[in-house]
């Protein structure tokens, strides 16, 4: 049974700095490519970034590019974002996905980690 | 970038009567491969999204077969045969054939 856990969410002031973190079971996580999307408080959804299973390739939105980075600790089946340079419209929970077998789209979802851009 | 465009933004339902969502792109979904990385998925209130369908028509393990996807090219259909209240939530098609978009989200909620 796949299970994504999303962990280092939390209240940061504009401009600071954040890792998330997901622990990743029941899959072969050295097989999958992994996945961060986000939900702004009411809205829709938005992709952040990708990564594939061995972390040699990486895909980020025009939103993040620059600020975020993707990438994987598959010696111990997490996945991370370092956020830097934090906006307000960041603020949103992020959630870790895995990609589907065909390496396109995604199949599981973590439960998400909210994060808080406020002064 | 490829938009994602969802019709209707909101469904309002009777229990046990069909339901039916149109998602559009602005760009052609097959892929070079031949396949077409269209998706949906469903987010009830205060949970995360969970896959339905993928590759337009493809049900995921344990999605009802009361849930079916159709569709083609730039046209893309999700219709609930007989809407139940567990159905309530938010809808979204996604595309992976060209880098990853959502559409804006549809809410079907129970008249």
């Known amino acids: 049974q796949v299970h994504l856990v999303e962990s280092g969410g939390g209240v940061v002031q504009p401009g600071r700095s954040l890792r998330l973190a997901c622990a990743a079971s029941?899959?072969?996580?050295?097989?999958?490519?992994m996945h961060w999307v986000r939900q702004a408080p009411g809205k829709g959804l938005e992709w952040v970034a990708v990564i594939s299973y061995d972390g040699s390739k990486k895909y980020y939105a025009d939103s993040v590019t620059g600020r975020f980075t993707i990438s994987r600790d598959n010696s111990n089946n997490t996945l991370f974002l370092q956020m830097n340079s934090l906006r307000a419209e960041d603020t949103a929970v992020y959630y870790c996905?895995?990609?589907?077998?065909?390496?396109?789209?995604?199949?599981?979802w973590g439960q998400g980690t909210l994060v808080t851009v406020s002064s | 970038d490829v938009v994602m465009t969802q019709t209707p933004l909101s469904s309002p339902v009777t229990l046990g009567q069909p339901a039916s969502i149109s998602c559009r792109s602005s760009?052609?979904?097959?892929?070079?491969?031949?396949?077409?990385?269209l998706s949906w998925l469903q987010q009830r209130p205060g949970q995360p999204p969970r896959l339905l369908i993928y590759k337009i028509s493809n049900r995921f393990s344990g999605v009802p077969d009361r849930f079916s996807g159709s569709g083609a090219g730039t046209d893309f259909t999700l219709k609930i045969s007989r809407v139940e209240a567990e159905d309530v939530g938010v809808y979204y098609c996604m595309q992976a054939t060209q880098a990853y978009t959502f559409g804006q989200g549809t809410k079907l909620e129970v008249k």
């Open positions: 029941g899959f072969t996580f050295t097989d999958s490519g």
């Open positions: 760009q052609s979904l097959v892929h070079s491969d031949g396949n077409t990385y």
């Open positions: 996905a895995k990609s589907d077998t065909d390496g396109f789209g995604v199949d599981y």
